[in-house]
């Protein structure tokens, strides 16, 4: 069964960190791209950052320089870590990984950011 589990949500000020994490199970994680999509309300879901298997990276422009992405395959899990974070930056969090035509998502995790 594949799961994908999220944490590490949660409020935070303007100016703020957060580091959120997924876990991945019930698939090859290692061969998977490995993203971080959001979701704000009224609005449509959106790729934050990716990390390929060969650990090729790639960031929205809204968060470069702010927002690191990182996997480690021995655990299955990918992280994503967000400073400098923004009132723009509330949105639900979703983790995605995708080999072919197969794509799985993580059930999400709320960050709110207050100003």
């Known amino acids: 069964q594949v799961q994908l589990v999220e944490s590490g949500g949660g409020l935070v000020q303007a100016g703020g960190s957060l580091r959120l994490s997924c876990t991945a199970s019930?698939?090859?994680?290692?061969?998977?791209?490995m993203g971080w999509y959001r979701q704000a309300p009224g609005k449509e879901r959106e790729l934050v950052a990716r990390i390929t298997s060969a650990g090729g990276t790639f960031y929205a422009d809204p968060v470069k320089g702010r927002f690191t992405i990182s996997r480690d395959n021995a655990k299955s899990t990918v992280s994503l870590q967000m400073s400098t974070l923004k009132p723009e930056d509330t949105a639900v969090y979703y983790c995605?990984?995708?080999?072919?035509?197969?794509?799985?998502w993580g059930q999400g995790t709320q960050v709110s950011v207050s100003s």
């Open positions: 995605h990984a995708t080999w072919r035509v197969w794509q799985y």
């Open positions: 019930g698939f090859t994680f290692s061969i998977y791209t």
